[in-house]
């Protein structure tokens, strides 16, 4: 029999096509207008030989080796639900009786799956909350020293994730769009929490055919899709802040700085322009000061800013360009620019980071709230940015310092994690793996054999989205969606919620963790709560039955364009920002405050310490960009076919430019190696007339595949990756700050092995 199932994943809705209890194909979903490729890797996923069939515990972990241990290693032992169920409960008692609640990570970073009730992160917290507390992440991989900046410069964090200038606006006012980091297609394959319609395409198509011209500021070509006929400016990666630097120097050369914003919307511009003229450091930052450290010709830095000081200008950068060591700088530059141009908070002007980065920025949107679960309290609990964690394995006691405060390490006994992939998002993953092992044990919620699977002590088999009930929503897509199970649970695989809620149980707590509640009365009620909250707003959605039957709700379009900061623009004194001085802050005192060398009181050019004009770039002469991946989300479904089909040899691509493959003696196809003092992986050459020369491009989530000899088989450019704050502000990821190196691999080729279970034990008795 087949039968058809409303659904939706963060890369997109569709109907799953189940015949015999397996999903055989997804089809789009109707009102989706541009869906993406990737929902055709879910079937592969699902039924893949890599899911976990059961709970497995590791072998030495059951002979009681501990702290210290070599995860990773050993093979897994299959233990009953009822036997890991009371493993976890008592080894988690018995961590907060010996050296309490904060002994235990639980901050889980993530993206999980889409579906708000099950999403795996949120169930794991609330069970650590309501358990006594945890140690926790905050800020995120995305953009941690972005949002940790903002809220000092501009009072919020809306120019990155929230209501900003939208398309239509961009359309009718915009002439000049300049797009640090571009504007990449991949990348809006993807929205937290599930997307309905994917709008960016057919929106960028209609304000390229409005006349709007396109500039992509980027090492990479491909960064803007040909349509848009963008003039590529090829910098060299983490130099942005320069040529920015370089722009303000023509603009105040040309004395076309708007003298009035500065002045009645902006405090410290009397303390950036003398170091943009070299007054307070004696070097001027003109063109040609920038051209030496960005490579782009002095005359083309001049002639962008002379046009955008003469047109009306948007400036965007990626989310990526602040995921590099002092990425605060390039963002807070970046606003610096905006504000002397003057068009914050003007139609189609002004400044934006993200429209690249994600779907929905810039979608026309009424603002009403997604579907959400309550949050969950954590008492007292220590959290550290996030991208922080080795440090935190590894300096148990001593201080780190975060955006103006010390925090005290814990000494963590006990790894907890549902829903992420930190052998996937972390940098220097080999120093991450000496630090886990420090933990007496590791335990891991997965659907599949990831990376943290394999080096956990107790791994517990979590369902698909496919496999449960659940709504998707997010605040950036219009269509909130019923996502229906499809098949039954795959083997013994259970839902987080239901696995957690049995070690509630057994710890005492059952009752408060699920509040009486099945699956169905936690969505009727998450619905009903969202639909009370709509109805506040004005918008009156349909009961809960009706959404069932219909597979989804479209909540209502705008009917005018939306202007981020228009009301601060039009009146600084009657709507100030929420800054301390209510203005734009070109100079924080606050920041100034802290005392931190690395990030002072304005942006400011600071070098990192590998970037191509680094003294390190004569070993390792090639930056290595480890971009999102356009075949799957980060590690999520790259045993899918999409992802399949892209690889080289089972490799992931590398793209490199001819002149260095030539200097290499490498061809298009070759398995390569790449290394640096941090590790090494292989990866399948690529060779790009589009990637500038001395940089190669790598996209993060082919699985992390170790050999013995540390060699990552795969091509997960983590095990190369700077494992460095930001800077002590945002302490954010420094993935893009990377030097490498390139050579053929001649030698015999190792199978990847990931894409197989690992060791399985016998049963205990
Ligand atoms: N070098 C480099 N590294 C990067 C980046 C980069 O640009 N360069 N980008 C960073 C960024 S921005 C991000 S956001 C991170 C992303 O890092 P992550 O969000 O950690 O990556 P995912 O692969 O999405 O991890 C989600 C995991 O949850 C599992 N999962 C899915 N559904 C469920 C479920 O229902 N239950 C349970 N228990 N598990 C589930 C998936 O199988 C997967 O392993 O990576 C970061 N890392
Ligand atoms: N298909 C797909 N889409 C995704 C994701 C995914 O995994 N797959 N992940 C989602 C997530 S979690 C996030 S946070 C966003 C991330 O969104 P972004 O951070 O914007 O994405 P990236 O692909 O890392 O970077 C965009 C481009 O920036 C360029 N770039 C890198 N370094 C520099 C630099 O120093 N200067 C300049 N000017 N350009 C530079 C690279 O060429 C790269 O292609 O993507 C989201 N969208
Ligand atoms: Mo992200």
Redesign the pocket.
């Known amino acids: 029999m087949v039968e058809t199932k409303p659904h939706a994943a963060h890369w997109g809705s569709f109907d799953a096509v189940v015949e015999n209890g397996r999903v055989v194909a997804v089809r789009p979903f109707a009102h989706d207008p541009h869906p993406g490729a990737?929902i055709h890797s879910v079937p592969d996923a699902v039924h893949s030989r890599v899911r976990i069939d059961r709970p497995y515990v590791r072998a030495g972990w059951l002979k009681g080796e501990r702290r210290g241990s070599l995860r990773g290693s050993d093979a897994f032992v299959p233990v009953s639900w009822d036997h890991a169920v009371r493993l976890v409960a008592e080894e988690t008692a018995r961590v907060r009786g010996e050296f309490g609640h904060d002994a235990i990570l639980g901050g889980s970073y993530g993206?999980s799956s889409a579906g708000r009730f099950h999403h795996a992160r949120s169930q794991l917290q609330r069970f650590l909350g309501l358990g006594g507390g945890f140690t926790t992440q905050v800020t995120n991989?995305?953009y941690g020293a972005g949002m940790t900046l903002m809220p000092h410069i501009l009072g919020t964090n809306e120019p990155i994730q929230g209501h900003v200038t939208d398309w239509p606006s961009i359309a009718r006012h915009t002439r000049l769009m300049l797009c640090?980091?571009?504007l990449?297609l991949?990348?809006a394959?993807?929205t937290a929490g599930g997307a309905g319609a994917h709008e960016y395409v057919p929106w960028l198509r209609q304000v390229a055919g409005a006349g709007v011209r396109f500039v992509n500021?980027?090492?990479?070509r491909g960064?803007t899709p040909d349509f848009l006929e963008a003039e590529w400016v090829p910098?060299r990666?983490?130099t942005?802040t320069a040529l920015i630097l370089g722009m303000a120097h023509a603009i105040l050369a040309a004395g076309l700085e708007d003298h009035g914003f500065l002045a009645s919307h902006c405090v410290g511009w009397d303390k950036l322009r003398p170091y943009i003229l070299g007054e307070t450091d004696g070097t001027p930052k003109t063109p040609e000061w920038a051209a030496a450290i960005t490579e782009v010709p002095a005359g083309t830095i001049r002639r962008l800013a002379l046009e955008a000081a003469g047109v009306p200008s948007m400036l965007t950068a990626?989310?990526?360009?602040q995921?590099?060591e002092n990425g605060e700088q390039p963002w807070w530059m970046l606003v610096a620019l905006a504000a002397m141009l003057g068009g914050i908070g003007k139609p189609g002007q002004g400044v934006v980071f993200?429209y690249?980065?994600?779907n929905g920025m810039g979608t026309p949107r009424v603002d009403l709230p997604s579907v959400s679960m309550p949050g969950t309290r954590n008492p007292g609990g220590v959290a550290i940015p996030v991208a922080r964690v080795t440090e935190l394995l590894e300096r148990p006691g001593e201080v780190l310092q975060y955006n103006g405060r010390d925090i005290t390490l814990p000494d963590i006994r006990m790894i907890w994690w549902a829903g992420g992939n930190p052998f996937h998002h972390h940098q220097d993953l080999n120093r991450l793996l000496r630090g886990w092992c420090r933990a007496d044990t590791v335990v891991v919620q997965e659907p599949w054999w990831t990376a943290p699977a394999r080096h956990a002590d107790i791994v517990l088999p979590a369902t698909t989205t496919l496999e449960r009930n659940d709504i998707g929503s997010s605040s950036h897509d219009r269509f909130v969606r019923a996502m229906h199970q499809a098949i039954p649970p795959q083997a013994q695989a259970r839902n987080d919620h239901d696995m957690l809620a049995d070690m509630a149980e057994a710890l005492g707590f059952r009752d408060r963790f699920t509040e009486q509640r099945n699956e169905d009365a936690w969505l009727r009620h998450l619905y009903d709560r969202w639909c009370a909250a709509c109805g506040r707003m004005g918008f009156e959605a349909p009961d809960f039955d009706r959404f069932w039957a219909e597979g989804y709700v479209e909540t209502p379009k705008p009917d005018r364009e939306f202007v981020l900061f228009s009301d601060f623009a039009r009146d600084a004194e009657a709507h100030p920002l929420n800054t301390p001085s209510g203005k734009v802050e070109i100079f924080s005192e606050t920041i100034a405050g802290f005392g931190y060398e690395e990030i002072g009181g304005h942006p400011a050019w600071r070098a990192p310490r590998e970037y191509l004009g680094a003294e390190k770039a004569a070993q390792w002469p090639l930056h290595l960009?480890s971009?999102?991946?356009?075949t799957?989300?980060?590690g999520q479904l790259d045993q899918g076919r999409v992802a399949a089909a892209d690889k080289i040899q089972g490799r992931e691509p590398i793209l490199m430019s001819p002149q260095d493959a030539v200097a290499r003696g490498l061809s298009d196809g070759d398995v390569v190696r790449i290394f640096n003092e941090r590790g090494a992986c292989l990866g399948g050459l690529r060779i790009s007339e589009g990637i500038r020369p001395g940089v190669v491009?790598m996209a993060t989530?082919a699985w992390w595949d170790p050999a013995g000899d540390g060699l990552d088989r795969h091509g997960n450019p983590n095990v190369l990756t700077q494992d460095v704050g930001t800077s002590r502000l945002g302490q954010g990821c420094s993935a893009?700050s990377c030097l490498v190196q390139v050579e053929r691999f001649d030698a015999a080729l190792p199978p990847v092995a990931v894409t197989e279970p690992p060791a399985i034990a016998e049963a205990a008795a």
């Open positions: 990737l993206w991989y995305s640090f980091g571009g990449p991949k990348n394959l993807v500021i980027s090492p990479f960064d910098i990666p983490n942005d990626t989310w990526s360009t995921r590099a993200g690249g980065s994600i960009l971009y999102q991946p356009a799957r989300l980060h491009a989530g893009q």
